[in-house]
């Protein structure tokens, strides 16, 4: 029956366009051979593009990860399972309407490009649509209005200098302006279109000097080719009062300061942000960008260091690593400065926090004494556990991860630090005890010229052999000491790895990057293998999934994530430009 109704819609598609194409009427071309940006008024805040959207779905469906999709089980149990008919239906009601395939179809529709913009002046959005085939454009318009008919909707038509607007729902209008089509929700938004498409007034967002500059910014990105950007007018936005918390001054959250602080500074000031997007075989990659100066950043040079210029150590590298990420932060400035960074708040948090750290060591003060003993260079690694010869075993197998740090004067903060971590377990213990956890046995050791301090917690006596204990068992907590480095680890394993390999053979990627971050997806599938038992469960728990489909779901997320490379993140300063930029690696095997 579903089938059937497509084929009549598909029918009646084709008739009516061929009578609607009969009676068009030929437009005045106006604008024409305008850019989207012309045809927009100066108060539009968000502009998307994309060049050339036929393009971007080529090479989407051309790429080699799709045929790896394909190529899996858990896909051909979806198609087998009737869940694409739908979607199949709707395709052939399109390609029978555009007497086109549907990709042949998009692409003359949108090889102009598609535009997507949002509007300050009443929050009104739209999406322009620019073909090199007007009569594409005429079908596709049809179309929708016999699909709209079809679904029984109220059908509202109006008259604009000469243009017919047809409704095709509550609030959203449509309107082909020769080769250009138009969607939005927002009547004066389309007026301004229709208006500049005729009149072609200099007024125009075209002709704003910021989004020229913009522009300029965009094109001097050194990038691979872009399938789409954008450009956000963040000083009408700022001005107007959206997102008032990210433009304040002062925060709430002190972590969400250390990590993006710097970030927020720039966007409290620029003009501007853009962003691209960029695909090819490798990968997809994306950029946020923003302008930049040196005297924005007051009172955050614990973030961008002196002259903008703090750069992130090498990431640290170690078997089956998980994620790594390194960033340049002046921990010991930023708590010292707290005042002129977070909010009353938070600031009565950390005055309640930073007297409780004194008082764990021993009347030193924590930000000055403490974090005042460390580097700038802060250094964080996650690896898989390999639980293989080991007893007992926890149920839930989480990943071992560790940071480090660089201590200025070792000698003399070396002993007080392991005596701090010595009493910290110690408190864990009694704490553990109150509770009913199991307990921490303290250990020593020394590695070379290395030296160790461990933890391991205690099993029960009768569960020495278990496969399901506690999540606790994860855990080993561990600080070593190698020279100038500190290393704080959950896992006595990966402290032993970090300070018996050679330095050098454990960094990797050196940038100047301000921070940077990567994500393995070989590791990541590890994981979820080591966790499979213990997902499914869950799954059948939450989801309420028989046993089969709950493996098939989890099984697929595993094959998914091994398609992948991984993820990679950096953040940039310059004199002039930051740039926050995120890249996703696909795999070259042709197999997951």
Same mark, same amino acid.
């Given at each position: 029956?579903?089938?059937?109704?497509?084929?009549?819609?598909?029918?009646?598609?084709?008739?009516?366009?061929?009578?609607?194409?009969?009676?068009?009427?030929?437009?005045?071309?106006?604008?024409?051979?305008?850019?989207?940006?012309?045809?927009?008024?100066?108060?539009?805040?968000?502009?998307?593009?994309?060049?050339?959207?036929?393009?971007?779905?080529?090479?989407?469906?051309?790429?080699?990860?799709?045929?790896?999709?394909?190529?899996?089980?858990?896909?051909?149990?979806?198609?087998?399972?009737?869940?694409?008919?739908?979607?199949?239906?709707?395709?052939?009601?399109?390609?029978?309407?555009?007497?086109?395939?549907?990709?042949?179809?998009?692409?003359?529709?949108?090889?102009?490009?598609?535009?997507?913009?949002?509007?300050?002046?009443?929050?009104?959005?739209?999406?322009?649509?620019?073909?090199?085939?007007?009569?594409?454009?005429?079908?596709?318009?049809?179309?929708?209005?016999?699909?709209?008919?079809?679904?029984?909707?109220?059908?509202?038509?109006?008259?604009?200098?000469?243009?017919?607007?047809?409704?095709?729902?509550?609030?959203?209008?449509?309107?082909?302006?020769?080769?250009?089509?138009?969607?939005?929700?927002? @009547?004066?938004?389309?007026?301004?279109?229709? +208006?500049?498409?005729? #009149?072609? %007034?200099?007024?125009? &967002? !075209?002709?704003? *000097?910021?989004?020229?500059?913009?522009?300029?910014?965009?094109?001097?990105?050194?990038?691979?080719?872009?399938?789409?950007?954008?450009?956000?007018?963040?000083?009408?936005?700022?001005?107007?009062?959206?997102?008032?918390?990210?433009?304040?001054?002062?925060?709430?959250?002190?972590?969400?300061?250390?990590?993006?602080?710097?970030?927020?500074?720039?966007?409290?000031?620029?003009?501007?942000?853009?962003?691209?997007?960029?695909?090819?075989?490798?990968?997809?990659?994306?950029?946020?960008?923003?302008?930049?100066?040196?005297?924005?950043?007051?009172?955050?040079?614990?973030?961008?260091?002196?002259?903008?210029?703090?750069?992130?150590?090498?990431?640290?590298?170690?078997?089956?690593?998980?994620?790594?990420?390194?960033?340049?932060?002046?921990? @010991?400035?930023?708590?010292?400065?707290?005042? +002129?960074?977070?909010? #009353?708040? %938070?600031?009565?948090? &950390? !005055?309640?926090? *930073?007297?409780?750290?004194?008082?764990?060591?021993?009347?030193?003060?924590?930000?000055?004494?403490?974090?005042?003993?460390?580097?700038?260079?802060?250094?964080?690694?996650?690896?898989?556990?390999?639980?293989?010869?080991?007893?007992?075993?926890?149920?839930?197998?989480?990943?071992?991860?560790?940071?480090?740090?660089?201590?200025?004067?070792?000698?003399?903060?070396?002993?007080?630090?392991?005596?701090?971590?010595?009493?910290?377990?110690?408190?864990?213990?009694?704490?553990?005890?109150?509770?009913?956890?199991?307990?921490?046995?303290?250990?020593?050791?020394?590695?070379?010229?290395?030296?160790?301090?461990?933890?391991?917690?205690?099993?029960?006596?009768?569960?020495?052999?278990?496969?399901?204990?506690?999540?606790?068992?994860?855990?080993?907590?561990?600080?070593?000491?190698?020279?100038?480095?500190?290393?704080?680890?959950?896992?006595?394993?990966?402290?032993?790895?970090?300070?018996?390999?050679?330095?050098?053979?454990?960094?990797?990627?050196?940038?100047?990057?301000?921070?940077?971050?990567?994500?393995?997806?070989?590791?990541?599938?590890?994981?979820?293998?080591?966790?499979?038992?213990?997902?499914?469960?869950?799954?059948?728990?939450?989801?309420?999934?028989?046993?089969?489909?709950?493996?098939?779901?989890?099984?697929?997320?595993?094959?998914?994530?091994?398609?992948?490379?991984?993820?990679?993140?950096?953040?940039?300063?310059?004199?002039?430009?930051?740039?926050?930029?995120?890249?996703?690696?696909?795999?070259?095997?042709?197999?997951?």
């Amino acid at each position: 029956m579903a089938r059937l109704f497509f084929f009549g819609c598909s029918f009646l598609v084709t008739c009516c366009i061929g009578s609607q194409l009969r009676d068009a009427i030929a437009e005045d071309p106006g604008c024409a051979d305008c850019k989207a940006a012309e045809m927009l008024p100066e108060s539009v805040v968000a502009y998307a593009n994309v060049p050339d959207f036929g393009a971007f779905v080529q090479t989407v469906m051309n790429h080699p990860l799709r045929s790896r999709i394909e190529s899996l089980s858990a896909y051909d149990a979806i198609v087998k399972s009737g869940q694409m008919g739908q979607l199949d239906m709707a395709i052939d009601a399109f390609e029978s309407s555009m007497k086109l395939p549907w990709q042949e179809a998009v692409s003359k529709l949108t090889d102009r490009g598609v535009t997507l913009v949002l509007d300050s002046s009443d929050g009104g959005a739209a999406i322009l649509v620019h073909s090199s085939d007007p009569e594409a454009l005429e079908r596709f318009r049809t179309f929708l209005i016999v699909i709209r008919d079809l679904q029984g909707a109220v059908g509202k038509q109006g008259e604009y200098r000469g243009f017919v607007a047809d409704s095709i729902g509550d609030k959203v209008k449509m309107v082909r302006l020769n080769d250009w089509f138009v969607l939005t929700n927002s @009547s004066e938004l389309g007026k301004s279109i229709v +208006d500049q498409y005729l #009149d072609q %007034a200099d007024a125009n &967002l !075209a002709n704003d *000097d910021w989004f020229q500059e913009a522009q300029s910014d965009l094109a001097n990105t050194d990038r691979p080719p872009r399938v789409a950007s954008a450009i956000v007018d963040v000083e009408t936005l700022r001005a107007k009062g959206v997102a008032r918390e990210v433009f304040n001054e002062k925060v709430d959250n002190f972590f969400g300061e250390l990590v993006l602080g710097g970030v927020l500074a720039n966007v409290r000031h620029a003009a501007y942000a853009t962003a691209a997007i960029s695909m090819t075989d490798d990968g997809l990659g994306f950029e946020l960008a923003t302008p930049h100066q040196r005297d924005w950043e007051a009172p955050r040079e614990y973030y961008f260091g002196e002259h903008s210029r703090g750069a992130a150590p090498p990431l640290l590298d170690v078997d089956q690593r998980l994620f790594a990420l390194s960033t340049y932060r002046d921990l @010991s400035q930023m708590w010292l400065r707290s005042g +002129d960074l977070l909010s #009353d708040r %938070a600031n009565d948090k &950390l !005055a309640v926090a *930073d007297t409780t750290l004194t008082t764990f060591f021993s009347g030193r003060d924590f930000g000055e004494d403490i974090l005042g003993s460390f580097s700038s260079e802060v250094q964080i690694v996650g690896a898989v556990q390999d639980f293989t010869d080991v007893l007992p075993q926890p149920a839930i197998k989480l990943p071992a991860f560790a940071i480090q740090f660089r201590m200025k004067n070792p000698e003399e903060t070396q002993p007080e630090l392991r005596r701090v971590f010595q009493s910290f377990i110690g408190f864990l213990n009694v704490t553990g005890a109150q509770n009913g956890q199991p307990q921490l046995d303290l250990g020593m050791e020394t590695l070379g010229a290395a030296q160790l301090v461990t933890a391991t917690y205690v099993p029960d006596r009768d569960k020495r052999e278990s496969l399901d204990e506690k999540i606790q068992f994860n855990f080993s907590p561990t600080v070593a000491f190698d020279g100038e480095r500190m290393i704080v680890s959950s896992s006595t394993a990966l402290a032993r790895e970090l300070v018996a390999t050679e330095e050098s053979e454990l960094t990797k990627v050196r940038t100047q990057s301000n921070t940077f971050a990567e994500v393995d997806a070989e590791s990541s599938a590890l994981l979820l293998k080591a966790n499979r038992k213990t997902l499914v469960a869950n799954n059948m728990l939450e989801k309420g999934h028989p046993k089969e489909a709950a493996e098939a779901e989890i099984d697929l997320l595993t094959d998914l994530v091994s398609l992948f490379e991984g993820v990679s993140a950096k953040l940039d300063f310059s004199d002039s430009r930051m740039s926050l930029g995120l890249n996703v690696d696909v795999r070259a095997e042709a197999q997951p």
